[in-house]
């Protein structure tokens, strides 16, 4: 292990990471079982009993909030999909393209941080119907979502500027 990676501010910034990655993955399971039930549950009532109008909305909400959370951790393991057009063997030239993508990453997340945040901030006062649920409750997946690809942008920079690997925990 480099004097880099035993870095006090490095070993927290792993820590804070692997920990808000447990926590995506908590939650995200959450939003599964629960998206999972209520679509399972609204199949059961509008085929035998009579429907539950709100269940669709709720189930709804549920995804958005595992496609969001999902794919910041993805994000953290570059499991997204990449163009690879040229492949490098010069460990400098492969670092140097991927901090550009990881910058590039960074433009994009930051868009979609602002605008989701603009975007969650009209939906206080709208709800969805039948439920009432507030619109900044689906909306919010957004943002903070783009938080976390954020934080995990800055991690995979410092890996690639510094020529580290830093210790991801595997869940």
Same mark, same amino acid.
């Given at each position: 292990m480099s004097a880099l990676q035993q870095h006090p501010a490095i070993t927290a910034l792993i820590r804070f990471d692997n920990r808000t990655e447990r926590l995506l993955l908590?939650?995200?399971? /959450?939003?599964?079982v629960? =998206?999972?039930f209520?679509?399972?549950?609204?199949? /059961?009532?509008?085929?035998?009993?009579?429907?539950?109008?709100? #269940?669709?909305?709720?189930s709804r909400l549920l995804? #958005?909030?595992?496609?969001f959370l999902g794919s910041a951790v993805a994000f953290r393991h570059g499991a997204h999909f990449k163009i690879d057009i040229l492949h490098f063997k010069n460990p400098i030239v492969?670092?140097?393209l991927a901090v550009l993508a990881y910058l590039l990453s960074? /433009? =994009?997340?930051?868009v979609l941080l602002y605008f989701g945040h603009q975007f969650a901030l009209q939906g206080i006062v709208k709800k969805s119907l039948p439920s009432g649920i507030p619109l900044i409750v689906y909306r919010m997946s957004f943002p903070v979502?783009?938080?976390? #690809?954020?934080?995990y942008c800055i991690e995979g920079m410092i890996e690639n500027i510094f020529g580290i690997e830093l210790a991801r925990k595997e869940y």
């Amino acid at each position: 292990m480099s004097a880099l990676q035993q870095h006090p501010a490095i070993t927290a910034l792993i820590r804070f990471d692997n920990r808000t990655e447990r926590l995506l993955l908590v939650l995200g399971g /959450i939003t599964v079982v629960g =998206f999972v039930f209520t679509v399972f549950t609204d199949v /059961i009532f509008r085929t035998f009993f009579s429907p539950i109008v709100w #269940m669709e909305e709720v189930s709804r909400l549920l995804y #958005m909030w595992f496609i969001f959370l999902g794919s910041a951790v993805a994000f953290r393991h570059g499991a997204h999909f990449k163009i690879d057009i040229l492949h490098f063997k010069n460990p400098i030239v492969r670092r140097t393209l991927a901090v550009l993508a990881y910058l590039l990453s960074v /433009i =994009f997340v930051v868009v979609l941080l602002y605008f989701g945040h603009q975007f969650a901030l009209q939906g206080i006062v709208k709800k969805s119907l039948p439920s009432g649920i507030p619109l900044i409750v689906y909306r919010m997946s957004f943002p903070v979502s783009g938080a976390f #690809m954020l934080l995990y942008c800055i991690e995979g920079m410092i890996e690639n500027i510094f020529g580290i690997e830093l210790a991801r925990k595997e869940y």
